[in-house]
């Protein structure tokens, strides 16, 4: 069965970085693009980033672009969400979405649980 | 990207049907079909529901149904179960990868 298992979340300052990971398993993971979504407090979800099957295309929500990288690592099945100059605003559960398709235009289909990022001082 | 509208809460009795909206634009709703509604437990992986405007994948009752009309889509559940109640999330397709949600619908079953 496909699972998505998401860590590396945490409290930090302001300005700090985080990286966020996504174990995958039950699939074909370099076939398939994957998402990051997060969800802020008492709020809806919302769509931060995709990294096509390959890697090779990347796309980002401007709320984050700039700060945030997405990358994968095929070999290891993994995923990961760099996070650079965190702000208030930036706290959120941090889920992976696995898409329908190789470059994240078929919709998600299986989520993670997700991981807790807190940015405060 | 502005997220998508939906009714901030729905209520039914057990057995009848609810339908929950999604606005958008010409931009996402209205410009492609592939808008998907996912099933949100707190504390759980969110589950889909349906994709591509109205099919179901392999697992989920036919008691969902999704359908589009303009830049509105919608998700009907007939037979309301109680563990239907849940928070309820379209979204939609804009383009170049990207995508956008909706604010989420909080359902409960009377």
């Known amino acids: 069965q496909v699972q998505l298992v998401e860590s590396g979340g945490g409290v930090v300052q302001p300005g700090t970085s985080l990286r966020l990971s996504c174990a995958a398993s039950?699939?074909?993971?370099?076939?398939?693009?994957i998402h990051w979504v997060r969800q802020a407090p008492g709020k809806g979800l919302e769509w931060v980033a995709v990294i096509s099957y390959d890697g090779s295309n990347k796309y980002y929500a401007d709320s984050v672009k700039g700060r945030f990288t997405i990358s994968r690592d095929n070999s290891k099945n993994t995923l990961y969400l760099q996070m650079n100059s965190l702000r208030a605003e930036d706290t959120a559960v941090y889920y992976c979405a696995k898409d329908r398709g190789p470059y994240g235009n078929s919709g998600f289909d299986y989520w993670g649980q997700g991981t807790q990022v807190t940015v405060s001082s | 990207q502005s997220a998508l509208t939906q009714p901030a809460s729905v209520s039914g009795s057990p057995g009848q049907s609810i339908t929950i909206s999604c606005t958008g634009t010409s931009s996402d709703v209205g410009g492609y079909n592939y808008v998907s509604w996912y099933q949100h437990h707190p504390g759980k992986a969110p589950k889909l529901m349906i994709y591509?405007?109205?099919k179901r994948p392999s697992g989920v009752s036919n008691r969902f149904s999704g359908s589009k009309s303009g830049n509105t889509a919608s998700l009907t559940i007939s037979g309301l179960q109680a563990e239907d109640e849940a928070d309820y999330y379209c979204s939609s397709y804009t383009g170049s990868s990207t995508w956008v949600f909706g604010g989420g619908t909080k359902l409960t079953v009377l």
């Open positions: 591509d405007v109205s």
């Open positions: 039950g699939f074909t993971f370099k076939s398939y693009a």
